[in-house]
């Protein structure tokens, strides 16, 4: 009796052996990153719309309805999550190439927005462009793209990153124009965040050391020099020092003393969710700058832990994705990553530091969560971008071409 072996093509590859389970492949994005960036804005959008709830009870917002603040967001994450789509479609080179380019546009938008007539003002500061529709904050935008900017610097000038003159010095004549037009506005927060996100490129990118050090004492001492000839910063630090005297908790340090005490109130639970009662008109901008301390309030310390574990995961995410990029020589692409890093970490840290009585008061908003069209947009963004440098990693270590 003759048996006759099956034949297989070579173009064909053996069907898998029965209860063999094959492995996985690799996922061509990071799914995670996605979700716990999702999950952080739709709990944002939650709290928002807690923390807003009762603002319409106030002669400011008696226009308003209980839910225009949380319909807003709402637009305002959709919009973001369409403009990442399209950002995450743009090749990496791209935006390596039009960095120097969406700098200057950018802080041609800075400058306008100093224009009598085109900048708007909120509470003595200008920082928008009214279009109607919405309100621009091109601080928000150079964020961003200081992000893209030092990275391509980096790389073109790496020869001279040892050097001063052709090194530093341009870069920092960039960052100090932008500085000078924020303060300006003012917005020393964002300033402090750009010049942290500068300085942190250069160092990964292999500044000299002993420049480092040297200009960041010289930064420590700008930054003090100007707090110690504006007297309203002044005080503001002061108050910020001891916040429970009865003419700070009163004056300059209002916000912080009863942000404290809505952390104080939630313990380790908290209240329950929509059970806050210093979102009751004594918390001023609970649903902007001090999101947070309604967290705090509502969700306890629980809340807050797993608040400050999501975004200490995306900063680590990001450093871990910059890390593989340069492993493969994409510099731009590693520099950029953790740069969006840094971004998101010192403003968060920044955020919470105020919130928690760590730092002083400070206009900054919490990534991702506060209520904000500008804020929420290029943070989603920047972080589409991050997508696309890991998704371009995973591309080329199966053997594909981007």
């Not at 120097?100 to 500061?125: D, E, H, W």
């Not at 100007?226 to 340090?253: D, M, Q, T």
């Not at 009662?277 to 306890?300: R, S």
Request: aromatic share 12%.
């Amino acid at each position: 009796m003759k048996f006759a072996l099956p034949s297989f093509s070579s173009s064909a590859a053996p069907a898998p052996l029965p209860g063999v389970v094959q492995r996985s492949k690799m996922m061509e994005y990071d799914q995670p990153l996605v979700w716990v960036v999702v999950l952080l804005m739709l709990l944002g959008m939650v709290m928002v719309y807690s923390a807003s709830i009762a603002l319409p009870d106030s002669p400011k917002y008696a226009n308003y309805k209980n839910t225009h603040f949380l319909v807003r967001q709402a637009t305002f994450i959709a919009a973001a999550l369409v403009a990442g789509l399209l950002a995450f479609r743009v090749p990496v080179s791209a935006w390596q190439r039009w960095a120097p380019y969406l700098f200057v546009a950018t802080m041609v938008l800075l400058i306008l927005v100093l224009v009598p007539g085109l900048g708007k003002g909120v509470n003595g500061a200008r920082r928008w462009l009214s279009f109607k529709v919405f309100n621009l904050q091109p601080s928000e935008l150079m964020k961003l793209f200081v992000v893209l900017y030092a990275a391509d610097y980096t790389v073109r000038k790496q020869e001279f990153m040892h050097k001063l003159t052709k090194g530093f010095m341009p870069m920092a004549a960039a960052v100090g124009i932008v500085g000078l037009l924020l303060l300006l506005e003012p917005d020393l927060g964002a300033f402090g965040v750009i010049v942290c996100i500068a300085m942190g490129i250069l160092f990964l990118g292999g500044i000299n050391g002993i420049w480092f050090g040297g200009i960041g004492a010289v930064l420590v001492g700008i930054f003090t020099m100007v707090i110690v000839l504006s007297p309203w910063r002044r005080e503001r630090i002061f108050a910020y020092l001891n916040p429970w005297v009865e003419e700070n908790a009163l004056g300059k340090a209002y916000q912080l003393s009863h942000s404290l005490i809505a952390f104080g109130r939630g313990e380790l639970f908290g209240v329950g969710l929509g059970g806050s009662v210093e979102k009751l008109h004594y918390l001023p901008e609970a649903h902007t700058d001090f999101l947070l301390a309604v967290i705090g309030e509502e969700l306890g310390f629980v809340g807050v832990f797993v608040v400050v574990a999501l975004f200490y995961w995306i900063v680590k995410r990001a450093f871990e994705i910059g890390r593989q990029a340069i492993a493969m020589d994409l510099t731009f692409a590693g520099l950029a990553a953790k740069g969006i890093g840094i971004w998101i970490g010192v403003q968060a840290f920044i955020n919470m530091g105020v919130n928690l009585g760590l730092l002083p008061t400070k206009g900054l908003t919490l990534p991702l969560m506060s209520y904000g069209g500008s804020g929420v947009l290029i943070n989603c963004v920047g972080l589409a971008i991050l997508l696309r440098i890991d998704y371009e990693n995973r591309v080329l270590m199966r053997g594909g071409r981007v």
